[in-house]
């Protein structure tokens, strides 16, 4: 290990923490130690419980049970301000500043937040100390609209030195940055390792922990499977730590017998992300009729982006989307996606699946308006609606208390099967289903997984987006892996297993 | 220490919930004014005699009817614009360019029988394309509608005054600012006004509720990616919901010069604010368009109420303002009542 590391004293200790959500446990008795002045990589795919654990650390949630040690005193913060007290930061996935303030002012405002007064000849004589000494290239006079995410982490990192940050925590800091800016940021980590603070680095890339971290604490299901050197992993450990030892899965796609002609074909396209950069990079598919295509990945590679580019909710920058022959450069939207006969389960079902102040029978019709099925010239026959409602309600088992009540008042598990029973009752020749099992309990989610293998022998095309690998090999009969923006494969049957999948999905190599 | 926790409603609230949290900011809204008017030396007997008196005769029902529906139909527009998440603030700007419309057919075109039907169309055609601006502008550009619409009354009144200083001024009018006095054929009756109140209600109800316009712009209300995902364009639906808004206060501002003073005059005498109660009353009504006709007619009591109080106990002007502030949050509360519940933790 670098000399940085003072393995004689241990700056965080977790010993036994557990904490569990209703139906989960996110942490069960993680124990691991971090010593002084290292950094420290947490790794582990979605919902491994990485998250949940830092924000224990930080004070944003509580264990249930089991406890922390700091520096050898257990822990008693109870909040982030609690958690600043004993020297802990955390940088966040996608930090935010006040937009109308300059960096400057952002910065003053939360050191006043924390009890440190400092005048603005100080501060920005402290900006440029700290700009030399750790290579954080800053703009203190630049109003918070004008700063890419990548400049925004560099003040947020500017903030943790100027709050004497004992403990820095860096959730997924490199899902936001250019390849250029990754390198600066570990410039960085290795540089404040050395000043004596203690990094503990999220990710799921396997290159970037192998890189950057001394050493490597891998979780999965919230579990804490080891603690490892980097000097002494291969990839190939890792990704079997994080996925599991058990025997490869292989893929057990029913046949679907032969795939018909193509229906919906990407050809290199460019999408961007809310914040303006590039999400999808040079993404190309061809998806065919009675085929379902699997498409997995650590969340947050772009595979939102691009299910919202081939639904038409996104728009693509270069390239083209091409739907039953139809070819678009640019003004495919969701209305034409719809008449294409494209369906779309979003990934985000609250705040685009539903419309939530509109009640359940409005809600099962939210997208099928357009037609003349609920609509006689021009008046919409809500009679006709609430038939429709009621049916759909009785046979995909949505639990509602009526068909008039807010659509809101459901449950996450029962909005998830009305929005996927509206979007499969449309007949689509083209169905983007992105995680449409999640949240439901295992005997629902197996009947919307037979609902589109029955979808599929029907011919209709599927592109199935999944966080759940089991999911995927079970339903598909090709699988690509995003990763960073870019598609990988898609690989056909017969040369997929999950650990290759797994291993793709951290490293980006297939 | 025991403290108050928020949170979101996980089941719609029952309706005795609904009624109790309708009255009860209200009933706290009228306590509030009770213990004012006292503090004022106004006697609160007094004042409420003196409002019901505004109920007693024929003659009086007619004055707060009248009061009622420059309100009125603004707010009719509002529930619409609202609903749609549009954030109209500027129907009393919009009003004011339906005075001008039906100002100038009633001066400038001899049409007859038409004559009316022509004001209420002019009317509305104006109203819809001030609201036009702010609608393009927030659709195409993100430009907040809050700021733009508040700015265009200004610039509304500042037109209308313009026009009764300069252009349009009756040379006749000794010292008076005003127009000529509107001709017979341009005055509308209580008949034409309830007439088109109820064919304007049905319009609006038809649109908002059985007509696929109306639906997605609840969506819209409900959330921009909602709306997109369902196939709508929030561009078309911002602007159509400007243009159905502003062409409803401009029909406010018609029946103001049409039914109520027969001639223009500069704006501050024109409107006492009528756009900006209907804000109340759309709230009020919880943006249903036939609740919006029982609030209109509250709110026209209570400003014919005012006027009353005003010349009998010597009550401020600000005062009726006052009460209309404190009814938009009682309207408030009840809307915050509905989705939230507050506990109390120890």
């Known amino acids: 290990m670098r000399d940085a590391v003072n393995t004689s004293r241990i700056a965080v200790e977790f010993i036994e923490v557990t904490k569990k959500y209703p139906g989960v446990v996110a942490n069960n008795r993680v124990s691991f130690k971090v010593y002084e002045g290292e950094i420290h990589g947490l790794l582990g795919e979605n919902g491994a419980g990485k998250t949940t654990l830092m924000k224990i650390l930080y004070g944003l949630e509580h264990p249930d049970e089991g406890y922390i040690k700091i520096y050898g005193r257990i822990a008693g913060h109870r909040s982030p301000r609690d958690a600043l007290r004993e020297g802990i930061v955390m940088v966040q996935q996608y930090p935010s500043l006040i937009d109308r303030l300059t960096v400057e002012e952002n910065i003053l405002l939360e050191l006043l937040g924390a009890g440190i007064k400092l005048g603005r000849e100080r501060l920005r004589e402290a900006l440029r100390r700290i700009g030399e000494e750790y290579g954080l290239k800053l703009r203190p006079r630049a109003y918070g609209w004008q700063l890419s995410m990548g400049e925004k982490q560099r003040v947020e990192l500017a903030k943790a030195i100027l709050l004497n940050a004992r403990i820095l925590i860096l959730d997924e800091p490199t899902t936001i940055l250019s390849p250029v800016e990754v390198e600066s940021l570990f410039r960085f980590v290795r540089r404040v390792s050395e000043k004596g603070v203690t990094v503990l680095f999220i990710t799921h890339r396997l290159r970037e922990a192998l890189e950057v971290c001394d050493r490597i604490t891998i979780l999965r299901r919230g579990v804490v499977v080891g603690t490892v050197e980097s000097s002494e992993a291969t990839p190939a450990r890792l990704v079997e730590m994080m996925f599991g030892s058990t025997p490869p899965q292989e893929l057990k796609a029913p046949s679907t017998g032969r795939p018909g002609g193509v229906v919906l074909k990407a050809h290199r396209i460019w999408v961007r992300g809310d914040q303006g950069a590039w999400a999808v990079r040079d993404v190309s598919l061809t998806l065919r009729s009675g085929e379902i295509m699997g498409i997995v990945g650590v969340s947050g590679n772009g595979q939102r982006e691009l299910a919202e580019a081939l639904a038409g909710l996104r728009r693509v920058e270069r390239g083209f989307i091409e739907v039953d022959g139809a070819r678009f450069s640019r003004g495919y939207n969701p209305r034409i996606a719809l008449n294409l006969g494209v369906s779309y389960i979003p990934e985000d079902r609250i705040g685009v699946g539903i419309a939530r102040g509109l009640s359940v029978a409005e809600n099962t019709v939210l997208r099928d308006l357009w037609w003349n099925k609920f609509v006689r010239r021009g008046i919409i026959s809500w009679g006709r609606v609430r038939e429709h409602a009621s049916r759909i309600i009785s046979s995909y088992g949505v639990k509602a208390p009526g068909l008039d009540v807010p659509v809101e008042s459901l449950s996450g598990g029962n909005i998830q099967r009305l929005i996927v029973a509206r979007e499969i009752e449309r007949n689509p020749r083209i169905l983007v289903a992105h995680n449409p099992t999640s949240g439901l309990d295992v005997s629902a989610a197996n009947k919307i997984r037979r609902m589109l293998v029955e979808m599929s022998l029907k011919g209709t095309g599927i592109i199935l987006f999944s966080d759940d690998l089991d999911e995927v090999l079970s339903l598909s009969s090709r699988v690509a892996v995003m990763y960073a923006g870019r598609l990988l494969g898609p690989l056909e049957r017969g040369e997929i297993n999950s650990r290759r999948l797994g291993y793709a999905m951290a490293s980006g190599v297939l | ?346």
């Not at chain 2, 009633?106 to 702010?134: E, K, Q, R, S, Y």
């Not at chain 2, 009144?157 to 313009?162: G, Q």
């Not at chain 2, 911002?238 to 409803?248: H, K, P, T, W």
């Not at chain 2, 919006?292 to 007619?297: E, F």
């Open chain 2, 1 to 346: 220490m025991p403290r108050l926790r928020v949170a979101r409603r996980t089941s719609p609230p029952s309706m005795a919930l609904r009624v109790e949290a309708f009255i009860l900011p209200l009933l706290v809204v009228f306590a509030i004014y009770a213990f004012l008017l006292e503090a004022w030396h106004v006697s609160v007997v007094k004042a409420v005699e003196i409002i019901g008196m505004q109920l007693a005769s024929g003659d009086s029902l007619r004055r707060v009817f009248m009061a009622s529906m420059p309100i009125f139909f603004p707010a009719l527009g509002l529930v619409i614009a609202f609903r749609a998440g549009v954030w109209n603030i500027g129907a009393e700007g919009q009003l004011l360019l339906g005075m001008i419309g039906a100002t100038w057919v009633a001066l400038f075109a001899n049409l007859g029988v038409l004559t009316i039907p022509a004001m209420v169309l002019l009317a509305m055609l104006l109203g819809a394309l001030w609201a036009l601006i702010p609608g393009l502008l927030r659709g195409l550009l993100g430009v907040n509608e809050v700021l733009t619409t508040l700015m265009l009354n200004y610039a509304a009144a500042y037109l209308l005054n313009y026009l009764v200083e300069e252009p349009w001024r009756d040379p006749h009018g000794y010292g008076f600012i005003k127009t000529r006095e509107f001709p017979g054929r341009a005055e509308i009756g209580l008949t034409g006004i309830i007439l088109l109140a109820t064919i304007l209600t049905v319009a609006v109800v038809v649109v908002a509720r059985y007509m696929r316009i109306g639906f997605y712009m609840q969506v819209l209300g409900s959330g921009f990616k909602a709306a997109t995902y369902a196939g709508a364009s929030p561009l078309h639906l911002i602007v159509a919901s400007m243009l159905m808004s502003g062409a409803l206060a401009g029909v406010g501002g018609m029946i103001v010069v049409s039914g109520i003073t027969g001639m223009l005059m500069e704006a501050g005498r024109m409107s006492p604010g009528y756009g900006y109660t209907a804000i109340i009353a759309a709230w009020l009504a919880g943006l249903n368009p036939i609740g919006v006709i029982l609030s209109s007619l509250f709110l026209g009591l209570l400003v014919e109420s005012g006027f009353a109080l005003q010349s009998s106990l010597g009550l401020n002007v600000g005062a009726t303002m006052l009460l209309e502030g404190l009814l938009l949050l009682a309207a408030a509360a009840y809307r915050f009542m509905e989705e939230y519940e507050v506990r109390v933790e120890p």
